[in-house]
């Protein structure tokens, strides 16, 4: 179905390995379409409770394949390609209920860095690293970097790395809080999919409007979180999973999620 990604669905947890390792899993037209599709069918499937995204060989993703010719351009309107390309990628994850796992094997550059900041949690492998590339370019910061960034580590060390474009170790991405959990290259994938497994086994619903509350109050005030936490509250609570868990709860046996 696709070339330059492999998307399997396993135990209701999906999972999307960008396969270009070639040229450390750039993204192109090609594998930006397919990686779109792969999503929306994740999104469409009601077996696919918990994604993760993760990369073949020695990157996770090393940003936009600068092959594509794409400088030679004339005349060049980079806005229209981070619009009607990367934008609609992020946002798409965004949007998503379901939880997004990023498995961070190696490399994580420019716009791979923004796809695995879009992620909602981050493991990652001990090789692994990261860069916000595009000022060594003469770029700008896009694919959501300058938003999720800035957000998690602070304005000023993200103007730093950007500006810089300075190679971040994983154990430093653990540290500033980029990286939830850090791995042995060995044990990436198990760790991340055992984490996977447990939130698809979760009551998912739930999940997708925490998920939901915790972007959307990013930027709001608190009357309107308290308002929007309590509208996705009256949500959950007419939900068939907090039925579900109310009962486990009182007789004292685990509980059956069917994330509705």
Known sequence: MFETIDYTVKNQVGTIVLNRPQVMNAINLQLRTELYEALKSAESDSNVRALILTGVGKAFCSGQDLSEGIAMQQPLHLGDLVRESYNLLIQKMQNMQIPIIAAINGAAAGAGFGLALACDVRFASAAAKFTMAFNKIG??????????????????KALEWTWTAESITAQTAFEQGIVNRLT??????????????????????????????????????LEEALEREAALQEIAGQSRDFREGVSAFLEKRRPNYLGQ
Not at 139 to 156: E, H, M, N, W
Not at 204 to 212: D, E, F, R, S, V
């Open 139 to 156: 770029l700008a910061p896009d694919s959501g970097t300058s938003y999720f960034l800035s957000r998690i580590v602070g304005v000023a």
């Open 184 to 221: 042995e290259p060995q044990d990436l994938m198990e760790e991340t999919y055992r984490f996977a497994e447990q939130l698809a086994a979760g009551p998912t619903l739930a999940l997708g409007l925490t998920k939901q509350a915790f972007y959307a109050n990013f930027s709001s005030s």
